[in-house]
């Protein structure tokens, strides 16, 4: 091309052109109509409805105008710009805008004023261009001032200013485009759910900080909304209270749980353990039995071993005289001779029994007759002394 480049710009699908055919940023709000008319260079020749779905030239956009009050501008708005915006491949979406004058008078009191109805417009995507002050019913000369090829507006006949269709005029020309009404919302809805939940909202701004005087509420009412709010202040923790207590008893259930499972476990564990040990085969038992063994073992006394010669009983040894006389109680002998003859028949006595083994020597004994037990060798001495 020569001279300027066309440069184009898209979001979500549409490319977004002044009236002259290039493109505008979206960093930008949309701009206001001229007191004057439009500023369009080509010449300006109504289009059919034909001609403009086949499309126009780059420097012929279809201007298409949608009008409305647009009071607490909101999705649905927004869906009718939409779909009037993409009515035709090229198109330019002028939107007019009535001010507070001719709203009060046919419709209604407004919650926004109409500079704020005029900047929420601006500031919607679809929208190429906004007119202030727009008139109730279109007529042939504000028509032919802005250029317009196409009116868009739900075909559900809108009586008013005295006419059952405002727009029946603009139908008969074959100028009208068609777009769909959102259901389910509405101006209209916005405000009956405000007037239906007034007392809601007022207690709501009351404690963002709005003064009684603000918001038209009388003293009473001021003072039952407050102390309403604290109510609802005080339910409000107790619900806290109460999502915290049931947040609470549920992890003590589940460590409970947890806790009883444990200690199913290690009673197991520990039955499991003491029938090993101390039950009928255990651990114990054995032990036991092995320990009780050895110990009658340690206490019964050894047998001989088979074959050895057993040993002779032990000969019961004859008192010796001293001890007869000491046990006997028999009184000694008077004279060396007689104590001599009893000794001598003893030793006799003793020899014959032993078979003529010597027998060991005679223990000693402390008193006066100490001196007279002897060994047999010596009692032959003692003897010859004595005769």
Same mark, same amino acid.
């Given at each position: 091309?020569?001279?300027?480049?066309?440069?184009?710009?898209?979001?979500?699908?549409?490319?977004?052109?002044?009236?002259?055919?290039?493109?505008?940023?979206?960093?930008?709000?949309?701009?206001?109509?001229?007191?004057?008319?439009?500023?369009?260079?080509?010449?300006?020749?109504?289009?059919?409805?034909?001609?403009?779905?086949?499309?126009?030239?780059?420097?012929?956009?279809?201007?298409?105008?949608?009008?409305?009050?647009?009071?607490?501008?909101?999705?649905?708005?927004?869906?009718?710009?939409?779909?009037? @915006?993409?009515?035709?491949?090229?198109?330019?979406?002028?939107?007019?805008?009535?001010?507070?004058?001719?709203?009060?008078?046919?419709?209604?009191?407004?919650?926004?004023?109409?500079?704020?109805?005029?900047?929420?417009?601006?500031?919607?995507?679809?929208?190429?261009?906004?007119?202030?002050?727009?008139?109730?019913?279109?007529?042939?000369?504000?028509?032919?001032?802005?250029?317009?090829?196409?009116?868009?507006?739900?075909?559900?006949?809108?009586?008013?200013?005295?006419?059952?269709?405002?727009?029946?005029?603009?139908?008969?020309?074959?100028?009208?485009?068609?777009?769909?009404?959102?259901?389910?919302?509405?101006?209209?809805?916005?405000?009956?759910?405000?007037?239906?939940?007034?007392?809601?909202?007022?207690?709501?701004?009351?404690?963002?900080?709005?003064?009684?005087?603000?918001?038209?509420?009388?003293?009473?009412?001021?003072?039952?909304?407050?102390?309403?709010?604290?109510?609802?202040?005080m339910k409000e923790k107790v619900k806290n209270v109460e999502e915290?207590? @049931?947040?609470?008893?549920?992890?003590?259930?589940? @460590?409970?749980?947890?806790?009883?499972?444990?200690?199913?476990?290690?009673?197991?564990?520990?039955?499991?353990?003491?029938?090993?040990?101390?039950?009928?085969?255990?651990?114990? @038992?054995?032990?036991?039995?092995?320990?009780?063994?050895?110990?009658?073992?340690?206490?019964?006394?050894?047998?001989?071993?088979?074959?050895?010669?057993?040993?002779?009983?032990?000969?019961?040894?004859?008192?010796?005289?001293?001890?007869?006389?000491?046990?006997?109680?028999?009184?000694?002998?008077?004279?060396?001779?007689?104590?001599?003859?009893?000794?001598?028949?003893?030793?006799?006595?003793?020899?014959?029994?032993?078979?003529?083994?010597?027998?060991?020597?005679?223990?000693?004994?402390?008193?006066?007759?100490?001196?007279?037990?002897?060994?047999?060798?010596?009692?032959?001495?003692?003897?010859?002394?004595?005769?």
């Open positions: 091309m020569v001279g300027r480049k066309r440069r184009e710009r898209r979001s979500n699908g549409l490319v977004l052109r002044d009236s002259r055919g290039f493109c505008k940023t979206l960093t930008e709000p949309a701009a206001f109509a001229e007191e004057g008319s439009c500023q369009c260079r080509a010449p300006h020749e109504r289009l059919t409805i034909a001609q403009a779905r086949r499309g126009t030239p780059v420097d012929r956009p279809v201007r298409v105008y949608a009008d409305g009050i647009f009071d607490l501008f909101h999705s649905g708005h927004a869906r009718a710009l939409m779909q009037a @915006k993409n009515l035709f491949p090229n198109g330019y979406l002028i939107v007019g805008v009535c001010s507070d004058e001719l709203t009060h008078k046919y419709k209604g009191f407004t919650v926004m004023t109409e500079e704020e109805r005029y900047e929420a417009l601006r500031h919607c995507r679809y929208v190429d261009e906004v007119v202030r002050d727009a008139p109730w019913t279109l007529t042939p000369e504000f028509l032919e001032k802005h250029k317009i090829d196409f009116v868009a507006h739900d075909d559900i006949p809108y009586s008013s200013a005295g006419s059952e269709d405002v727009y029946r005029h603009i139908k008969e020309a074959g100028m009208f485009a068609p777009t769909q009404r959102t259901e389910g919302i509405s101006t209209s809805d916005i405000i009956t759910r405000i007037v239906r939940d007034y007392d809601v909202y007022a207690r709501r701004n009351l404690q963002r900080g709005y003064t009684a005087k603000e918001l038209n509420v009388s003293f009473i009412n001021e003072k039952k909304y407050r102390l309403q709010n604290q109510v609802d202040k915290k207590s @049931k947040h609470f008893v549920y992890k003590v259930e589940e @460590k409970s749980h947890d806790l009883i499972q444990k200690w199913e476990e290690k009673s197991r564990e520990f039955i499991g353990n003491f029938l090993e040990l101390f039950g009928p085969d255990g651990t114990w @038992k054995q032990v036991f039995q092995e320990r009780s063994g050895r110990m009658l073992q340690a206490l019964s006394p050894r047998q001989s071993p088979t074959g050895s010669p057993t040993r002779s009983p032990t000969r019961e040894r004859s008192p010796s005289p001293t001890s007869r006389w000491l046990f006997n109680k028999t009184s000694p002998p008077s004279s060396p001779k007689a104590a001599s003859a009893s000794v001598s028949s003893m030793s006799e006595g003793e020899g014959d029994e032993k078979g003529g083994e010597e027998p060991p020597a005679l223990e000693r004994t402390s008193g006066p007759t100490a001196s007279l037990i002897r060994a047999p060798s010596q009692t032959s001495s003692l003897r010859m002394q004595v005769s």
